[in-house]
């Protein structure tokens, strides 16, 4: 045969084979690109229309955990981790049990910066290692520059309390007086009782001693540093960074209050991060900005939001917390949470955002899990995620979904694999070595620990945390709701049950879990995204949507419209992929573990249920 034929035919075998490719989905090989990726997958986030959006130009939402309460701690250097291994651990874990797609990750200024005007590389070299585990099992990455109460160093020995963030040599510029919180029942009374915590605080947002611009020189060097030493596909997946933890003033100047303080000393201060960013190579990525640490408090309230910033626009994410200061407190709020507790609060969180003219997160939100409260804690993290998923209490949800989206983003406290199992020297006291719990202020709300054996493992229930929620809409969502089915010991929390209006549907459900998504489409040819719960094993897992019904989804290919595959990274976590690629097309998908091997009878009755319903809903 000549070697003209050979190369024709050569070519012709390329062809099909790049055809069986495209159609089935599988992406390429390359050298960067993570296990389990298909065509559409790693791309940056970024934020567009008060949305966050990836590069095929879906809507995202991430889900996660902060990663981890152990940077306050010294016994690992400042570090989430002791080893890369452990972070490995932990973010497979973190993917696979806790169903997370993204973390905020914690550093530690002090120990960035032992040394005033001296970085050290060794520490940043350690983080951003652990940082890397991470984005290697497909999960998003946005670190934030942590600290409570300022510094660790403004407390004594043998301190009730202690703090974290500042460096030593920041503290010793302040003279402060002897740290004292008088009669404080909780560590976050310190913010505004304790003065040596008041006055450094307000030191920083005044820049004395040039406190701010070396720290602004310190983060910019940190990010340098991590986009130079990360590979173009690993920082891809940081999304963006949170300049600093929970903000407060201190003290107010005279004639001071705290909008006023937002607009004055804490926004110029986004600006400057935000232009250092810029020079570090993070232009395109978002900061995460939080306003006054207690804008939207319930016992503790102040005004802010950042009300007078303007329109963000696309260059920042509105960035809040929210704890219930009631229900921690033991005595303002008796009994558990409820259906709705929670949707006003986290209603405004939306508005606000949207006022902005940007995306919202709540980048930290949970509940003890030990202590006097702790029973409170399966009700009320229920509720906080019920209140992410939808604007519209459950017992309303069905009558009301058109005014249930958007979806918020959010990142639970915390995700610490040493939970129980720490040895920190409180303020560096050798008689004072701290072991349970969180080792940090009496703190217990990690929802994973190591067991003995060495395996993660969850500390609450996986029904609660293992969620679905739409990772990636092709097109605007319209509405979702998930009914978890979560325990209160062995109460079975249902807050959103199917109507008696769609028998067929409720039928199908049974005492099953379900999410619901309806979404309009939008032209985008990559489908849209559900995570998939452990508790939905792809073989029976059951959607029935306007795209058809299936039990057991199939492998994805472009042209399937319902199909399940692994998420990205490796880490035997698994999706739901829908694909509508029309345009202003209103779909919806009921995706539920409640029926096993359901009669075609019983899908096509559901469906018409689903689709009448629709119809009339929306």
């Known amino acids: 045969m000549d070697m003209p034929n050979i190369r024709a035919r050569l070519l012709v ?40 959006t990836d590069g095929q130009g879906r809507e995202v939402v991430l889900r996660g955990y902060n990663v981890s309460g152990e940077t306050k701690l010294a016994e690992n250097k400042g570090l989430p981790f002791a080893s890369v291994a452990d972070a490995k651990k932990s973010a497979t874990a973190l993917r696979a049990l806790g169903g997370g797609n993204s973390v905020r990750f914690l ?28 984005l290697d099992a497909g999960i998003r990455v946005y670190p934030d520059f942590h600290q409570d109460l300022y510094s660790r160093y403004l407390f004594d020995p043998d301190s009730w309390y202690t703090g974290d963030g500042a460096p030593k040599w920041a503290v010793d510029l302040g003279n402060y007086p002897d740290e004292s919180c ?18 450094a605080q307000h030191d920083f947002w005044h820049n004395a001693h040039g406190l701010q611009d070396s720290f602004l020189a310190m983060a910019q060097q940190t990010m340098t540093y991590v986009r130079q030493n990360l590979t173009a596909d690993q920082f891809k997946g940081v999304i963006g960074f949170d300049p600093y933890n929970e903000p407060y003033a201190g003290s107010y100047d005279s004639g001071q209050n705290s ?46 939001g950042l009300l007078d910033a303007g329109v963000l626009g696309s260059r920042y994410v509105f960035n809040t917390h929210f704890y219930d200061q009631k229900a921690i407190s033991g005595i303002l709020m008796w009994g558990n949470a409820s259906d709705g507790q929670y949707v006003n609060d986290f209603r405004t969180v939306r508005d606000r955002a949207a006022a902005l003219g940007t995306v919202g997160i709540v980048s930290e939100f949970g509940h003890p899990l030990n202590g ?19 604007r ?17 983003s959010g990142s639970q406290w915390q995700w610490d694999i040493y939970h129980g199992r720490h040895h920190e020297l409180m303020n560096g006291n050798p008689d004072k070595v701290l072991t349970e719990g969180d080792a940090w202020n ?36 319209a509405a979702f709701t998930y009914e978890d089915r979560s325990r209160d010991g062995s109460t079975t929390l249902t807050w959103n049950p199917v109507p008696s209006s769609l028998p067929n549907v409720s039928r199908l459900v049974g005492t099953g879990q379900y999410g619901l998504l309806v979404w309009r489409s ?52 698994r999706r739901l992929l829908l694909t509508a690629p029309d345009n202003g097309v209103l779909h919806y998908a009921l995706v539920t573990n409640g029926t096993a091997n359901p009669a075609p009878a019983l899908l096509n009755a559901a469906r018409s249920e689903l689709s009448a319903w629709a119809a009339q809903e929306f």
């Open 372 to 390: 006097s409260t702790a029973g409170k804690a399966p009700t009320v993290l229920k509720a906080m995620y019920q209140a992410l998923d939808s």
């Open 182 to 199: 008088g009669i404080c029942f909780l560590w976050g009374q310190n913010i505004t009782q304790n003065g040596a915590v008041k006055a």
């Open 522 to 573: 939008d032209g985008t040819p990559a489908p849209t995204e559900l995570h998939l719960p452990a508790s939905f094993p792809t073989a029976t897992t059951t959607v029935v949507s306007d795209l058809g019904t299936s039990y057991g989804p199939p492998a994805y290919t472009r042209t399937t419209p319902i199909a399940a595959a692994p998420e990205p990274g490796g880490t035997g976590s």
């Open 259 to 304: 909008r006023t303080w937002e607009r004055d000393l804490l926004w110029p201060f986004y600006v400057k991060f935000r232009a250092r960013m810029d020079a570090a190579g993070w232009q395109d990525k978002p900061a995460f900005v939080e306003p006054n640490l207690f804008w939207n408090g319930n016992v503790s309230k102040e005004e802010g």
């Open 107 to 134: 550093l530690s200024w002090a120990y960035a910066e032992p040394v005033r005007g001296q970085v050290d590389t060794a520490y940043l070299s350690a983080a951003t290692a652990q940082m890397r585990a991470f």
């Open 13 to 52: 075998v390329l062809v099909i084979l790049s055809g069986f490719l495209t159609v089935s989905g599988v992406r390429p090989a390359t050298a960067e690109a993570l296990p389990d990726s298909l065509w559409f997958d790693d791309t940056p986030i970024t934020v567009q229309d008060g949305r966050f």
């Open 392 to 408: 519209v209490k459950g017992a309303d949800w069905w009558a009301a979904p058109a005014t249930s989206g958007p979806v918020l």
């Open 442 to 477: 009496d703190e217990d709300l990690s929802a994973v620990r190591l067991d003995d054996s060495g395996t993660a493992v969850l500390r609450q229930d996986a029904r609660l945390l293992d969620r679905i929620y739409p990772s990636a809409t092709a097109g605007t969502t």
